[in-house]
């Protein structure tokens, strides 16, 4: 069998099978750039869930975005891919199903994660890096000897660890720079002219508040809590908040936006994905928990106060890792990381951070002159 690298070097047409989670594309456009630099003549196709579309249509690295929806089938979509004859495909994701969809379409060269469940459907399986950290979920009952002191926390992780790694090791694989690079996403100027029309003048610097995290309920800050910030915000910066969101969270920032008056403008589930990167392009800072439109901001180049309980920004904070533009808050409580969708015991880890640590955060961003 020839080496990945030799296997690519012929590829004129390549796929991606792209991630399904906001957060997760964002994370993976270093590795986007990083392959686009390596092959800069081949033209690159992105397979993604038709949410994701916006992104991908305007990113430098992409030629072409192909769309599939929660009710197409395996075979049709395969049948879809094989018609446009891939030399080559790039599996981000670890899936089955998404092998499955390249296999199928009988794609010559495909690259992915090693996993015993679907390594026969690659041509070239990648062992997992080093520095590799699982999410592992936490019991209920780790949790609570974690929170009695009986058995102490895991050490931190490499600085690898971030999910960003994940992406850059395996285009690595490929041929392509495995050093990191900023998260990137563009915003085309006709949507930020528009948005930047339905904004308006303003008075005072846009805050966006995203108090969401599709993922579940231990990724969110109480909202009582951001109801709060936002009338400090106003009362210190006359600031305009914008509050945004899907269509999921537009029960909890209705709430926000009738407790928090009129200046506080709600917004969830009325961008497209590309408005939204637009808005938050327009912001002078976000705050948000760990969720999509937390990558999407740092991406777009705003600073981001990101709040974190039940996973670690050792393995997701915004950005590329390390970057001084953004404000990482987390408690670190003993059972954090759990990585639960919801929490089984008190919710100390995002409880226990206050309206003042994040206006802290906040004001050198705030008050200087621009």
């Known amino acids: 069998?020839?080496?990945?690298?030799?296997?690519f070097q012929n590829a004129r047409h390549i796929l991606i099978r792209g991630v399904n989670w906001l957060g997760d594309a964002v994370m993976s456009t270093p590795a986007l750039m990083r392959l686009r630099?390596?092959?800069?003549?081949?033209?690159?196709?992105?397979?993604?869930?038709?949410?994701?579309?916006?992104?991908?249509?305007?990113?430098p690295a992409v030629d072409q975005v192909l769309v599939f929806s929660s009710e197409d089938s395996l075979w049709a979509i395969s049948r879809r891919l094989a018609r446009h004859k891939f030399d080559a495909a790039i599996l981000f994701p670890n899936s089955p199903r998404s092998a499955m969809q390249v296999w199928l379409a009988r794609v010559p060269v495909i690259v992915g994660m090693a996993a015993p469940w679907r390594n026969w459907m690659l041509t070239h399986a990648i062992p997992a890096r080093r520095g590799h950290v699982p999410m592992r979920k936490r019991t209920p009952k780790e949790i609570h000897y974690l929170q009695s002191g009986r058995i102490k926390p895991e050490p931190p992780p490499p600085p690898a660890a971030h999910h960003l790694y994940h992406y850059l090791?395996?285009?690595?694989?490929?041929?392509?720079?495995?050093?990191?690079?900023?998260?990137?996403?563009?915003?085309p100027p006709a949507i930020q002219e528009r948005i930047q029309n339905?904004?308006?003048?303003?008075?005072?610097?846009?805050?966006?508040?995203?108090?969401?995290?599709?993922?579940?309920?231990?990724?969110?800050?109480?909202?009582?809590?951001?109801?709060?910030?936002a009338l400090e915000l106003y009362q210190r910066w006359n600031a305009t908040i914008v509050l945004l969101?899907?269509?999921?969270?537009?029960?909890?920032?209705?709430?926000?936006?009738?407790?928090?008056?009129?200046?506080?403008?709600?917004?969830?589930?009325?961008?497209?994905?590309?408005?939204?990167a637009a808005v938050l392009k327009a912001c002078r800072v976000v705050v948000a928990n760990d969720s999509g439109p937390m990558h999407l901001a740092a991406a777009v180049g705003t600073p981001v106060v990101a709040l974190f309980g039940s996973t670690s920004p050792l393995l997701t904070a915004p950005g590329l890792p390390g970057d001084k533009?953004?404000?990482?808050?987390w408690q670190q409580a003993p059972c954090s990381p759990c990585f639960l969708r919801e929490c089984p015991t008190d919710f100390r880890c995002l409880k226990e951070m206050t309206v003042d640590q994040v206006l802290k955060a906040l004001a050198p961003l705030l008050d200087q002159k621009l």
């Open 1 to 7: 069998m020839q080496n990945i690298s030799q296997a």
């Open 37 to 59: 630099e390596t092959y800069p003549n081949a033209r690159i196709t992105l397979l993604c869930h038709q949410k994701l579309q916006e992104l991908w249509e305007a990113h």
């Open 169 to 187: 090791h395996i285009v690595a694989a490929v041929g392509a720079n495995p050093e990191p690079l900023a998260p990137l996403v563009a915003v």
């Open 198 to 229: 339905r904004l308006g003048p303003l008075s005072g610097p846009l805050i966006g508040i995203c108090p969401g995290a599709e993922y579940g309920p231990a990724k969110r800050w109480p909202k009582e809590n951001f109801i709060k910030l």
């Open 245 to 276: 969101g899907g269509h999921h969270d537009a029960h909890t920032t209705a709430i926000i936006a009738k407790s928090a008056g009129d200046k506080v403008r709600d917004w969830a589930g009325q961008t497209s994905l590309g408005e939204l």
């Open 325 to 329: 533009m953004h404000t990482i808050l």
